[in-house]
């Protein structure tokens, strides 16, 4: 296999997902930010959760994923008979060989496309449980790993519909992510009663990129640098979920390091080798949202998840730029400090004193800082 260094592997990176976005558009059309995510979390060795009413393209845009990456591919249909064996697999007793052998279930594969995931009961549900957290299946005592990249693409109906089980909690907080895809625009609905009113476009999809590859992006991305003033201010986000009086359940550790998985995906994909605050909080509703549990009282207000997610970013400080480190390169141009006790340059003089700085509350903003 090629070997890249980092910044080539940045560069083979924007080029292959831009061909994945391009392939994945060509079948879902005017929804350019849902692709976006999708590509994301896929670099981020996520799981992704498309939740929307009936006939929007969920099972479309998973189907458009998979196979704009030559990779295996397998569909499980949820429904409440499914069994969790047929997920996982069995082993079926061989009469030749006087021994059990193992059939392997649809799991087995790089890309799970679970449709209409809440259909079927939450046992059956709970068969996804480890290998989407180990990425391994045990059956009757023997572990067997799965494929790399190994993703879950679900789909789900909201819990308003008939013959439909909420997913538990375990369940939500193994996906990365949750978006909903919404209704296209007119001019997009236009455009895809031209594209898809003969012939499907997903017929004549061809893969652009190959699993190796994709192995080895998710690679590239793990390089990406993460400052400690932005991994604490994924972990104040998360935080402030969890003392929020309008919600009884916030996110997890889990959810904290899925954020910044995420983030350092979205800034890979921009081209950056580093992630800022800004990829954080355009990734916190999506990651954060579905994994939290509004109280009682909040859901009789008609107050969403999304909406503590947004009000909690409104609150919370975003941090600026890091001070320069004592490792990194002066800028061009720049005179060096002189020692301690040597006299300073003519013209220059000792710095005014500098007036404390008043203090910030929990909930406010400090002066000067951005907000979202």
């Given at each position: 296999?090629?070997?890249?260094?980092?910044?080539?592997?940045?560069?083979?990176?924007?080029?292959?997902?831009?061909?994945?976005?391009?392939?994945?558009?060509?079948?879902?059309?005017?929804?350019?930010?849902?692709?976006?995510?999708?590509?994301?979390?896929?670099?981020?060795?996520?799981?992704?959760?498309?939740?929307?009413?009936?006939?929007?393209?969920?099972?479309?845009?998973?189907?458009?994923?998979?196979?704009?990456?030559?990779?295996?591919?397998?569909?499980?249909?949820?429904?409440?008979?499914?069994?969790?064996?047929?997920?996982?697999?069995?082993?079926?007793?061989?009469?030749?060989?006087?021994?059990?052998?193992?059939?392997?279930?649809?799991?087995?594969?790089?890309?799970?496309?679970g449709d209409e995931i809440n259909r079927a009961s939450p046992k059956t549900q709970s068969a996804l449980l480890e290998s989407m957290e180990e990425r391994q299946v045990?059956?009757?005592?023997?572990?067997?790993?799965?494929?790399?990249?190994?993703?879950?693409?679900?789909?789900?109906?909201?819990?308003?519909?008939?013959?439909?089980?909420?997913?538990?909690?375990?369940?939500?907080?193994?996906?990365?992510?949750?978006?909903?895809?919404?209704?296209?625009?007119?001019?997009?609905?236009?455009?895809?009663?031209?594209?898809?009113?003969?012939?499907?476009?997903?017929?004549?999809?061809?893969?652009?990129?190959?699993?190796?590859?994709?192995?080895?992006?998710?690679?590239?991305?793990?390089?990406?640098?993460?400052?400690?003033?932005?991994?604490?201010?994924?972990?104040?986000?998360?935080?402030?979920?969890?003392?929020?009086?309008?919600?009884?359940?916030?996110?997890?550790?889990?959810?904290?390091?899925?954020?910044?998985?995420?983030?350092?995906?979205?800034?890979?994909?921009?081209?950056?080798?580093?992630?800022?605050?800004?990829?954080?909080?355009?990734?916190?509703?999506?990651?954060?949202?579905?994994?939290?549990?509004?109280?009682?009282?909040?859901?009789?207000?008609?107050?969403?998840?999304?909406?503590?997610?947004?009000?909690?970013?409104?609150?919370?400080?975003?941090?600026?730029?890091?001070?320069?480190?004592?490792?990194?390169?002066?800028?061009?141009?720049?005179?060096?400090?002189?020692?301690?006790?040597?006299?300073?340059?003519?013209?220059?003089?000792?710095?005014?004193?500098?007036?404390?700085?008043?203090?910030?509350?929990?909930?406010?903003?400090?002066?000067?800082?951005?907000?979202?």
């Amino acid at each position: 296999m090629t070997t890249y260094d980092e910044r080539a592997s940045l560069s083979d990176l924007t080029t292959t997902a831009e061909r994945i976005r391009r392939s994945v558009e060509g079948v879902i059309e005017g929804k350019p930010e849902v692709v976006r995510l999708s590509l994301t979390v896929l670099l981020a060795e996520g799981h992704l959760l498309l939740e929307d009413v009936p006939g929007v393209g969920k099972t479309m845009l998973a189907k458009a994923l998979a196979k704009s990456i030559d990779c295996s591919v397998r569909r499980i249909q949820f429904t409440p008979d499914l069994l969790p064996s047929d997920i996982t697999g069995v082993s079926v007793y061989d009469q030749q060989q006087k021994d059990f052998e193992f059939k392997p279930g649809a799991i087995f594969s790089q890309i799970v496309i679970g449709d209409e995931i809440n259909r079927a009961s939450p046992k059956t549900q709970s068969a996804l449980l480890e290998s989407m957290e180990e990425r391994q299946v045990t059956i009757d005592g023997q572990t067997y790993e799965l494929p790399t990249p190994f993703m879950v693409v679900a789909t789900q109906n909201p819990i308003e519909m008939e013959g439909t089980y909420p997913l538990p909690e375990a369940q939500r907080d193994r996906f990365m992510a949750r978006v909903s895809i919404g209704y296209p625009s007119p001019q997009a609905e236009l455009q895809m009663l031209d594209i898809h009113g003969g012939v499907s476009p997903l017929d004549d999809l061809q893969p652009v990129a190959h699993a190796h590859e994709i192995a080895k992006l998710i690679e590239a991305v793990r390089e990406v640098h993460v400052a400690e003033a932005v991994r604490r201010y994924a972990v104040d986000l998360v935080s402030a979920t969890r003392n929020h009086p309008d919600l009884r359940l916030g996110a997890s550790p889990r959810a904290t390091l899925h954020l910044l998985r995420a983030a350092k995906a979205a800034a890979a994909l921009t081209g950056r080798d580093f992630a800022l605050p800004d990829d954080v909080q355009s990734l916190a509703v999506a990651v954060l949202a579905h994994r939290l549990l509004p109280t009682a009282q909040a859901q009789l207000n008609r107050r969403t998840a999304e909406q503590v997610v947004t009000d909690i970013l409104q609150r919370t400080p975003v941090p600026s730029a890091a001070p320069r480190g004592a490792g990194q390169q002066m800028p061009p141009g720049a005179a060096p400090m002189p020692p301690p006790g040597a006299p300073l340059p003519p013209g220059t003089g000792p710095l005014p004193p500098v007036p404390p700085a008043p203090p910030v509350e929990y909930g406010q903003q400090p002066p000067g800082a951005r907000r979202l």
